[in-house]
């Protein structure tokens, strides 16, 4: 019986072991990929769902994503029907989008300010002032921010520093550039 237990004790102690290695060669690889996501931590306002009754809040924002001058594509159905969001008619994100001309619909069924980093949690890529999806800025990079008017353009009287912390406000449009500095 002892030798039953130090075997047994044994085989569970290399699996603890071997559940350690695992764990910090993920870590490794995460810290030598340095491609952090801030989606990895999502706000908490990605995760409410809701139908079009009963808002308190349904605004309009245009983003707009340039990487390197080149204007990207937002998807559309981001946030609609997501592994979250889908039950019951509460299919919609708290921000989300039904085409890919950029057009972000925030709606909730309480008054709330809503954050632009909830819209990169819920399509799932990163965002903040360290970049945006798998680009960071570094000596040779660089991101900016732009909130204006729609008839406005971007410059530097309208560039801010919020980033993932701006929040959305009805008929603004907002351009991030990552760009060569």
């Known amino acids: 019986m002892a030798n039953e237990r130090a075997f047994w004790g044994t085989v569970a102690l290399g699996g603890i072991i071997a559940l350690l290695v695992l764990l ?102 990163h965002f903040d002032e360290t970049g945006v999806f798998d680009h960071r800025a570094n000596e040779t990079h660089e991101m900016s921010m732009y909130v204006f008017n729609s008839d406005e353009q971007a410059s530097e009287e309208n560039r801010v520093n919020s980033f993932d912390d701006y929040l959305l406000l009805n008929g603004e449009t907002i351009e991030v550039h990552y760009k060569a500095r």
Not at 60 to 83: A, M, R, W, Y
Request: charged letters at 20%.
């Open 24 to 125: 910090g060669q993920q870590e490794s690889v995460e810290e030598a990929s340095g491609l952090w996501s801030t989606a990895d931590e999502p706000d908490p306002l990605a995760f409410v769902c809701l139908d079009h009754d009963g808002l308190a809040r349904h605004d309009h924002v245009t983003l707009k994503i340039f990487i390197d001058d080149e204007q990207q594509v937002i998807p559309g159905s981001i946030g609609i029907n997501s592994g979250v969001c889908n039950q019951n008619g509460g299919n919609m994100h708290a921000v989300h989008t039904h085409n890919d001309g950029g057009l972000l619909h925030i709606e909730l069924n309480d008054a709330g300010d809503v954050p632009l980093g909830v819209f990169f949690d819920i399509w799932g890529v």
